[in-house]
């Protein structure tokens, strides 16, 4: 079956812009979990929904935002750019079930570069 | 807070050498362990998870890790290393409220 889609796969933006990305998620599965990942810092995570609805967030500012819709894509996005915020977006899909073991599978990712 | 740390940023190993990578999390209770990797230009795998009973797990390509519950400790190991095992390896820890954490990344560079 087809894995995790992130579109597009790479994205000019300057400063002050604002960005939206896609994720569509593994079919089936109702989790999708956002990062930001930096040469040095690893993934950072951003937030994750599971049915229409943010159940975890990170340390991000308001700039940063996400939704799901009823088919369990989800998009993020970023208002206001800052230079800092280039880095690689990835999304993870999971069954996301509570309590019960799950694995995250990664889409490519979106590489922003803000100029 | 939750985290996870790595030890290592940066590994050099020639081939056969063998290799452990540490990894370790702050406590939160009940958590899955995993191991993911990044070849160059690809995207996140799965190495390798730790959910319940044997503590030592096997993944693919000859990689294994065990869960220290004591140390809170995942370290990743293979005993023969290859040129193509060049990557960088994240750590990542889920926790109980479903909150994953991963490592800042280990890249290992192994010369033929």
């Known amino acids: 079956k087809a894995g995790v889609t992130q579109t597009p796969r790479y994205l000019i933006k300057t400063r002050g812009q604002q960005v939206t990305l896609s994720c569509s998620p593994i079919?089936?599965?109702?989790?999708v979990s956002w990062y930001q990942q930096t040469p040095g810092q690893g993934l950072q995570f951003l937030f994750e929904y599971f049915s229409e609805t943010q159940r975890n967030k990170g340390n991000f500012p308001g700039r940063f935002s996400g939704r799901q819709f009823s088919n369990s894509r989800s998009e993020m996005n970023v208002s206001t750019l800052e230079l800092g915020d280039s880095a690689l977006y990835l999304c993870a899909s999971g069954r996301g079930l509570a309590g019960v073991s799950d694995i995250q599978y990664f889409g490519a990712g979106t590489r922003l570069s803000v100029l | 807070a939750q985290s996870v740390s790595q030890h290592n940023h940066h590994v050099i190993l020639s081939e056969a050498a063998s290799l452990e990578l540490g990894c370790n999390y702050s406590y939160g209770g009940t958590v899955n362990l995993f191991w993911y990797v990044q070849y160059p230009g690809q995207h996140l795998q799965l190495l390798l998870k730790y959910f319940s009973g044997d503590p030592l797990v096997k993944g693919i390509k000859g990689f294994e890790a065990e869960f220290i519950k004591s140390k809170f400790s995942f370290n990743l190991r293979k005993p023969s290393v290859q040129w193509s095992d060049t990557a960088e390896y994240f750590c990542?820890?889920?926790?109980?409220?479903?909150?994953?954490?991963f490592g800042a990344g280990t890249r290992l560079t192994v010369k033929p």
């Open positions: 990542a820890v889920k926790y109980n409220n479903n909150d994953m954490r």
């Open positions: 079919s089936g599965h109702r989790s």
